[in-house]
């Protein structure tokens, strides 16, 4: 543009995305645009200069849209969404026609757009029979040939399949493997390459550079935990950062990126002095020591022997999603987990602090949700969700119950039959009985030494979906409290689950809602996550929020 070089980034979160774009030779931040969804991905248009933004949908912002930045009047317009329900974009090329493909989740079309006449068309879902209802399918445009097809990966059960889309006879063929990508003609100018996950750092023909962006995009908060020294800790969606929160000072700290994965970290728990954390993609297990210096050495991936955080490295079996983690009575962590994309199950994981081994006792049918555990068992919730793209092979979930000394369940039951996923679980010391939520809104008590569901009840609404995964049905939260209580929230409710009177008790109204995940601090004193905010709930004396 006007020759001049400009680097485009993206800053993402759940109340909406920023489109920004860096002048090289200034390093300064010369384009700055607010964008109607929870993330997007671009496609350049060198020739002239414009860049293409397809987006994705957020809980608080739909998205799903075409939009393009044009230099000639540094606006961004929307061009729309094809006549289609329930998709979304998942990646971009132009064709050699001039029409810019897209793919799409989950049902797999493709579908092209038309610059010239802004006019969308609908090519269908590309992939190859069986189509089975409800399966997840990733149709992402990859190359176009010198003939015109456009080639296409089809995700779904693995391996996956490769098709190609000839425009002028709008058939499908499929291929037996990716065919070889044309070599590209290097374009005159200067190398340029960014890390803006480095926190604003490129690279002009190898020489290192940095620009100052300040970050005003807030994204969810999906783990909470009291951390060893009494801090709050937390981390937020499709970030990789902590943060903490520090109830004698008042502060409250981004800590910063760990060095390794792309994602989220999903939950964190305290053992000892350290605090230990799990992450998808991948399922990356790591610890973090509060007492010592931030340096997550992202050129080692966290693996560095003074990384902190450090990465402790893959949970592994095909695991992807750590969701939730308990301390078991035998003095090892267990970690709720959910399978690789287009792997049906999960697993319930164990990590010992003191050995570091890692071990997943794999469920081939369901995905373990949630976790729990008291001076005698491991308690998981399950969900029929598996990896993304599976083919669901049940329908209920379940409870089961884990002997670790047998590392093995000795008992299973389906403790609500409409239930597809067990949200959370907790157990009351006061009751001895194991409490967890579901994705239907009930809360259901459990007897171990009965083996079977004692009671349920109804909440008036549901729980907070996550963007994300599990981004298909609600998470009730629950946690136990210092008095013997039950505690949790819904998407819009605080309540208690009064456990000697067995009725269910809804507190204060929260200032916001979209709640999701609740944790006890000082006694009566408890955190919960609403969207990118922590709020701070007094329970005794005058109840109040901050």
Known sequence: MRKRDLLWGGEFGQEGAVLFAVDVDAGKVVERHRIGAREFSVTVEHETGRVWVHTYHGLYQPGNLLLSWRPETRTVTSHGFPPLTGHRFVGAIFGRDGRLYLGTHPFGHLVSFDPRDETWRDHGCQAPAPIVPDQHIWCQPRLATEEGEVICAIVRTRPGDVVAFNPATGRTRQLSGMPERPPEERRAGRRIAANFRGGGEYTVDGEARRFDYQPCVATDIVGLNRGPDGRIYGSTIISMHLFAFDPQTRALRDLGRVGWGGGEIYDVIPYGDRLYIGSYTGAYWGVYDP?????????????????????????????????????????????????????????????????????????????????????????????????????????????????????????????????????????????????????????????????????????????????????????????????????????????????????????????????????????????IGARGHLLEYHLKDTPHYR
Not at 484 to 491: A, F, K, L, N, P
């Open 291 to 527: 007492a010592r210096p931030w340096n997550p050495r992202a050129d080692t991936q966290g693996t560095a022997e003074d990384a902190n955080p450090r990465n402790l490295g893959q949970l592994g079996e095909d695991t992807n999603r750590p969701f939730e983690y308990a301390l078991g009575p035998d003095g090892r962590i267990y970690i709720a987990c959910r399978a690789n994309y287009g792997i049906p199950g999960g697993g319930l994981g164990r990590f010992d602090p003191g050995t570091g081994e890692k071990r997943v006792f794999r469920d081939e049918q369901q995905s373990v949700q949630s976790v729990a555990a008291d001076d005698r068992f491991v308690y998981g919730g399950t969900s029929i969700r598996g990896g993304r793209g599976c083919v669901d092979v049940t329908t209920q979930a379940r409870l089961f119950v884990f002997e670790p000394a047998q590392e093995r369940r000795v008992c299973e039951c389906i403790p609500i039959a409409e239930a597809i996923a067990v949200t959370s679980l907790a157990v009351s010391p006061a009751t001895r009985l194991v409490y967890g939520a579901t994705d239907t809104g009930h809360l259901f008590a459990f007897d171990r030494d009965e083996r079977q569901v004692v009671k349920t009840w109804v909440l008036r609404s549901k729980g907070t979906p996550l963007m994300g995964v599990p981004e298909a049905y609600g998470v009730i939260h629950l946690t136990t409290g210092g008095d013997g209580g039950i505690y949790g929230v819904t998407q819009r409710d605080v309540f208690k689950l009064d456990v000697s009177a067995d009725r269910v008790v809804y507190l204060d109204p929260p200032p916001i809602s979209d709640l999701y995940q609740i944790v006890e601090g000082a006694p009566g004193v408890f955190y």
